[in-house]
């Protein structure tokens, strides 16, 4: 809509010289009113997203160390970056991590999402402790695991001498062959709640009447939660499967406060390679290179999964 | 009666030049002056106290402070700032080789002048200025400092154990079996990230002194030098003496649990660490400095190098961007005055100027400063004169020390720590 102003005077009834009079456009065809709506959002997601991911692009092709000014590197940085072997140990502590992670928190979820479905009302409360642990941030979770993993007063430690097994115990952070797999447990719990709610989900679609000739049927819970139930919520086990493995690649914070990478570097994944590089070492055009890395990573998982939802979805 | 009149004309001229003087000074100095201050906890507090107490005596100076957003380090977020290009005129520093960064850059400027026209060169002795000196100019103003050769311990735990503070490494090393006996661990060394190398900084200085470290810490000497490994074989002895806990212990604790086992608990008999340890020890733990806990300063080798102490200190730039250079002059003088030193020592930290009476500190400041004031030679913690890479890689280095101390160890860290000081000079 547009507002004229006019000068011409107007009949009997017409508006008196010199008055506003609102011109009405013809309407907007649905693809411009698409746009029209979409653009605030657009607008907001090229600014904190796209010219980011732009600019990083960019740096990893330039040498900045510290405050000096930053020199054209060409693809050095990513050259430098292959034959790193700190870098090579995140790869390969990422894909460990990745894969360790989102595999047991889908499985444990998919399994309680399973276990409670058989009977929702008396599980509700169940299902909101579970899922509470993964809204509480990884900072928190982080100081409470540390808590339990201590050497000296630690929780783990003081179950196990508790029943005996005082061979057991360890200092399970320190020691870089536990590290790992105890951060994983950490960050287990953390995430456990999202594929319990979305398998739940599933499965709570599935309809009654299955369940009904099931059991009419004579089929056993173990028979109906094998044959009719995990078949039938796997939408919402891929589902869980995707977040769970974009959350994972993306960890720090959980990492940051049980070990900040270590120890020996036994639990730098690439998104903390990046911050030493990056925010430590200010070495910002390769820490940029590790990042972009680290986003073809993401995407090589995501758009293929993105592009099933999308099919499926058709 | 005539000569009565005279000399009281004399001394009201006299009284009026000082008040215009000094009034003059107070006039000089006003607007607003920006400082990067990055500090928190305890060591925030005190900086807002320090300013709030140089604004009531410079009313027309109002500070405002910039803070760097960083988690850990806080070096990220003062980058950030600056090049993010935010005006300011004053920044906090700690570390040398950041300070080396910033002269780079030309982000920071030379403080000669100002150390010729004011009286900063009186207040801090020569060894303070060559810490803030590069290449024949002096870049900083240290307002606080920390004693890192001392090592901190319970005096109810040596009385446990039924021994004294060691001064000889004979002694020192001679008391771990007592120690052990006593169930109790000698050396807590937290290597989960950077406090573990306070032990071999120590170490190398005292067997290998203040001035080798410069030149390493220059990439002047080299990692597989004698006097490295000389140094970590010292620390072999002490691993092969029962100091510490099992590797995978020691690197799985941060500094915090490593001080409780000392200074809370009595678990263990001494840890290496800096100044702050005596705030939470007394703000903390509720104990009264030289009653129940104490410090000593590292034992002494025999090697040519025992009244070197190692520092950490706290100093001033003045940015290239600054605005008010005459609100920071002062401020930075007003941070080397007795007042400030006072509002230092009631945070137990320590000041370097020369005007401040030591009793002010507690026994254990005091004991700290004394040795401090009385070293041949000061030594900056040699981690953090290190660039960026070589530090990260010094440090994890000496975790791998830590978990397996056998003369490979020594031949592989020190190979590997030499190839990276290659690649960062």
């Known amino acids: ?100 992670a989102t595999f047991f928190s889908v499985t444990i979820g998919w399994g309680l999402a399973m276990l409670c479905s058989l009977n929702p009302a008396k599980t509700l409360v169940f299902r909101v402790m579970i899922f509470a642990a993964y809204g509480v941030s990884e900072a928190v979770s982080g100081f409470m695991w540390l808590g339990i993993y201590r050497p000296d007063y630690g929780l783990l430690n003081g179950i196990l001498e508790g029943i005996g097994l005082s061979g057991w115990t360890q200092p399970w952070l320190g020691n870089p062959s536990t590290a790992l797999g105890a951060v994983i447990v950490a960050y287990v719990w953390t995430q456990v709640g999202l594929p319990l709610m979305t398998c739940f989900a599933s499965i709570q679609s599935i309809p009654k ?106 | 009666m005539k000569h009565r009149k005279t000399r009281s004309k004399t001394t009201l001229l006299g009284t009026a030049a000082i008040l215009a003087g000094l009034t003059g000074q107070a006039m000089a100095q006003e607007g607003e002056l920006v400082m990067i201050n990055w500090l928190g906890g305890a060591q925030g507090e005190m900086m807002s106290k320090l300013q709030e107490d140089f604004e009531a005596k410079y009313p027309d100076v109002t500070v405002r402070n910039v803070v760097p957003q960083a988690g850990g380090d806080a070096r990220g977020g003062i980058r950030a700032v600056l090049m993010g290009g ?220 025992d009244d070197e102490s190692m520092v950490d200190a706290k100093e001033f730039n003045i940015l290239s961007s600054v605005e008010n250079r005459e609100a920071a002059d002062a401020f930075i003088s007003y941070m080397l005055t007795a007042d400030a030193a006072a509002i230092m020592a009631e945070y137990g930290l320590a000041s370097p100027s020369t005007e401040v009476d030591l009793s002010i500190y507690d026994p254990v400041i005091q004991r700290s400063v004394s040795e401090v004031n009385s070293a041949e030679k000061l030594q900056f913690v040699l981690g953090d004169l290190l660039p960026g890479d070589l530090g990260s890689e010094y440090r994890v280095a000496l975790q791998r020390f830590l978990q397996e101390p056998s003369d490979e160890t020594i031949d592989t860290i020190t190979a590997q720590l030499a190839n990276v000081a290659k690649g960062v000079y």
């Not at chain 2, 001679?174 to 900084?201: C, M």
């Not at chain 2, 590797?247 to 000392?262: C, E, H, Q, R, Y």
């Open chain 1, 1 to 100: 809509m547009s507002i004229a102003q006019t000068t011409e005077m107007g009949g009997p009834n017409g508006p008196p010289k010199g008055t506003l009079r609102i011109k009405v456009p013809k309407q907007l065809s649905d693809t411009q009113a698409a746009w029209f709506l979409l653009a605030p959002l657009l607008i907001f997601f090229a600014i904190s997203v796209v010219y980011p991911v732009i600019e990083t692009i960019r740096l990893s092709f330039y040498d900045i160390r510290g405050l000096a000014p930053e020199k054209f590197d060409g693809w050095r940085n990513y050259v430098k970056l292959f034959s790193d072997p700190n870098f090579l140990t995140s790869l390969k502590v990422t894909f460990i991590w990745a894969i360790s």
């Open chain 1, 209 to 314: 009447n299955l369940f009904e000739a099931a059991y009419i049927d004579g089929a056993k819970s173990g028979s109906v939660m094998r044959h009719i139930i995990a078949p039938l919520s796997m939408p919402g086990v891929r589902v869980a499967i995707f977040i769970n493995l974009l959350n994972s690649l993306k960890a720090f914070d959980l990492i940051f406060i049980l070990t900040g990478g270590g120890p020996v570097r036994s639990t730098e994944t690439v998104g903390f390679f990046m911050y030493r590089e990056s925010m430590l070492n200010f070495k910002l055009g390769y820490g940029a290179a590790s990042t972009v890395i680290l986003l073809i990573a993401v995407l090589i998982v995501s758009i293929p999964l993105i592009m099933k939802r999308t099919g499926d979805a058709k």
């Open chain 2, 86 to 305: 935010e005006q300011a005129d004053l920044l906090i520093n700690t570390w040398p080789a950041f300070r080396a960064e910033l002269i780079e850059a030309g982000l920071i400027l030379p403080l000669d002048d100002s150390y010729a026209s004011t009286d900063w060169g009186d207040k801090l002795g020569e060894s303070w200025q060559a810490l803030s000196t590069v290449n024949g100019e002096n870049y900083g103003v240290t307002y606080t400092f920390g004693d890192r050769s001392g090592i901190w311990y319970r005096t109810d735990t040596m009385e446990k154990a039924g021994i004294t503070p060691p001064e000889t490494y004979q002694e020192f090393i001679g008391g771990f079996a007592t120690l052990n006996d006593a169930g109790i661990t000698p050396i807590s060394v937290p290597a989960k990230v950077w406090a573990h190398a306070e032990w071999f900084e120590s170490l190398l200085l005292r067997t290998a002194g203040a001035e080798y470290m410069t030149r390493l810490a220059n990439g002047e000497a080299s990692w597989t030098d004698d006097e490295v490994k000389v140094a970590l074989q010292k620390w072999q002895e002490m691993l092969a003496a029962n100091c510490c806990d099992d590797g995978n212990t020691m690197l799985a604790l941060d500094w915090d649990i490593s001080v409780d086992a000392a200074l809370k608990t009595g678990d263990a008999a001494y840890v290496l660490m800096g100044m702050w340890l005596n705030t939470r020890a007394k703000q903390e733990y509720g104990d009264t400095p030289g009653a129940d806990f104490d410090i000593f300063q590292f034992p002494t080798f025999g090697m040519g190098h």
